[in-house]
């Protein structure tokens, strides 16, 4: 299972960032792709799902409804979390994640940092 994640950095409060996750065909095309953040010192927490398909839309957690928005490039097989207004609270280590065959995979993560 290939999951690579890229697009951290360093923002300036109410900045906007863009996350990539890059994912094997047979998972992009069948799998629900989940973005995950973990702050220092935080237990890892769910951010956003995307589903494969057209049936099923996108899900947030509340603190970032209205800010994060996910999107899928099926050429790319690549889903996206467009972040804007951030917060130094989004802070954090963001990780992109699928659930397949029973156990739940993990890419690398991406660092972003909002801070001025």
């Known amino acids: 299972v290939q999951l690579q994640a890229s697009g951290g950095g360093l923002v300036q409060p109410g900045g906007s960032l863009r996350l990539s996750c890059v994912a094997s065909e047979m998972i992009f095309s069948t799998k629900t792709l989940s973005w995950y953040r973990q702050a220092p010192g935080n237990e890892r927490e769910w951010v956003a799902n995307?589903?494969?398909?057209?049936?099923?839309?996108?899900e947030y957690r509340d603190s970032v409804k209205g800010r994060f928005t996910v999107s899928r490039d099926n050429a790319q097989n690549t889903v996206y979390l467009q972040m804007n207004n951030l917060s130094p609270e989004d802070t954090a280590v963001y990780y992109c994640?699928?659930?397949?065959?029973?156990?739940?995979?993990w890419g690398e993560g991406t660092q972003v940092t909002v801070s001025s």
């Open positions: 994640s699928t659930y397949y065959l029973n156990r739940r995979y």
């Open positions: 995307s589903h494969a398909g057209d049936i099923r839309g996108p």
